[in-house]
């Protein structure tokens, strides 16, 4: 009997012992779960940094001066003295054209203009004949000599002949225009280059037909370009066009010469879009900007592919913060949560101003070890930093990293740990 009691006590105090374990593990689960949670952050103070609000944009390098060869007669190519790549003059032969129809239409255009001529002088000398008749008749009629009936006949024939005269004139005014057209056609057989350059496209060969402009848009024969002045002509999305401005400056890349940067100036924005992809979901809808370049030390070719940087404003001085700093917050929702079904009775004014305050744009600082989230208005932005314009004074510690951090967890009031990498400090708050 005794060791019966003794087992009893022994398992009872072993019990006791377990079941104050597992009231104490339930209680620091309930203590740690209460405990507040630390979010580890990156930050940075803030400073005041120049700002450039930069465009970017790839296209191709063309020259600003080019002129498509077309002719404006049709034929066969019967000398073309240029190969691609020939530099030429103004005035320099680029092809000649066979001349045998209009050397034929010519011809025939001037032998009908010396018949015109003939006919011409054969109606006047018909004239003055009945001319002098007429007058002849027309005075023995003023003496009664001559009858009514002899006077009409004869002024009749003379307004006849008058009018044969007009219609010969006229028949020779044609022939010459045929003769003048006849030679203009002759002349654009020979086609020469519109100004000084580089025959930078050849597209035809000796002995090739060609279409002239008569014949729909005619041939492409060749493109004769001032290689010594060179554009970048880039697409720039709709969304960006309106910040660009004529006299901008950009930073030119070529992908041929890799490293290389050269400086550029806008001239021209186009007024048209270019669209692509239309009525799908891939639509695009661009602006054709064409930048000068200046000073080039290399010989740039055309159709180079280049990607472009264009300055569209500058601002020096200004506070700026990392462009990931920046947040939107959306307050309607929380507060929502908080209100007690008397409170979702309000006045129209009252919900203006909670869909005014609906997101707000800002940035969190840390301070005393915690979260503040400030409303900032922001301006212009290049690359990495971001214009406050007002919210901050400056030398406020704000949070740059993580992004989760930024975008999800950090809230008004939330602990934080500040961990920079890069200067290898890790501070505690």
Not at 132 to 137: C, F, S, T
Not at 223 to 247: F, W
Not at 339 to 355: A, M, N, R, Y
């Amino acid at each position: 009997m005794p060791d019966v009691k003794k087992r009893n006590k022994k398992k009872i105090i072993v019990l006791s012992v377990i079941g104050v374990l597992v009231i104490t593990f339930i209680v620091l689960a309930i203590l740690g779960t209460k405990k507040e949670e630390v979010i580890i952050v990156q930050t940075e103070f803030v400073k005041k940094r120049d700002i450039t609000q930069t465009v970017t944009a790839t296209g191709k390098i063309e020259p600003e001066f080019k002129v498509v060869i077309t002719p404006e007669v049709s034929g066969e190519i019967v000398y073309l003295p240029v190969k691609e790549g020939q530099r030429v003059r103004k005035g320099d032969i680029l092809l000649k054209i066979k001349q045998d129809q209009y050397l034929a239409q010519r011809d025939r255009a001037v032998a009908n203009l010396s018949s015109a001529r003939s006919n011409l002088t054969i109606q006047r000398i018909q004239l003055q004949k009945i001319e002098a008749d007429y007058n002849r008749v027309r005075e023995l009629f003023s003496k009664g000599l001559s009858s009514e009936a002899e006077l009409e006949a004869i002024k009749a024939q003379f307004e006849t002949a008058k009018a044969q005269v007009q219609s010969a004139e006229s028949t020779v005014q044609q022939m010459e225009a045929m003769v003048k057209e006849a030679n203009e056609n002759l002349a654009k057989t020979i086609i020469t280059s519109p100004m000084d350059g580089v025959v930078s496209q050849l597209n035809v060969k000796l002995g090739e037909r060609v279409l002239g402009t008569g014949f729909t848009q005619g041939s492409n024969l060749m493109t004769v370009a001032d290689l010594t002045k060179m554009v970048a002509v880039v697409d720039v999305d709709e969304n960006d066009v309106v910040l660009v401005s004529i006299g901008d400056t950009a930073r030119v890349k070529v992908d041929a010469f890799p490293g290389k940067i050269f400086s550029g100036v806008v001239y021209e924005i186009g007024n048209t879009a270019k669209a692509k992809g239309l009525g799908t979901q891939e639509e695009v809808v661009n602006f054709e900007v064409k930048i000068r370049i200046l000073n080039s030390d290399v010989e740039l070719k055309p159709g180079m592919s280049c990607n472009v940087e264009i300055m569209t404003e500058t601002r020096k001085n200004v506070l700026a913060v990392p462009i990931q700093s920046v947040t939107i917050r959306g307050l309607e929702k929380e507060k929502k949560d908080e209100k007690t079904p008397e409170e979702d009775i309000v006045s129209v004014e009252s919900k203006k101003e909670e869909k005014d305050t609906k997101n707000l744009e800002g940035v969190f600082i840390v301070k005393d070890g915690k979260a503040k989230f400030v409303k900032v208005k922001t301006g212009i932005s290049d690359d990495t930093y971001i214009e406050i314009i007002s919210g901050l004074k400056g030398d406020e510690e704000v949070v740059t990293g993580s992004y989760r951090a930024i975008s999800r967890e950090l809230k008004d009031g939330s602990r934080v740990r500040v961990e920079n990498k890069k200067s290898g400090t890790s501070s505690k708050s």
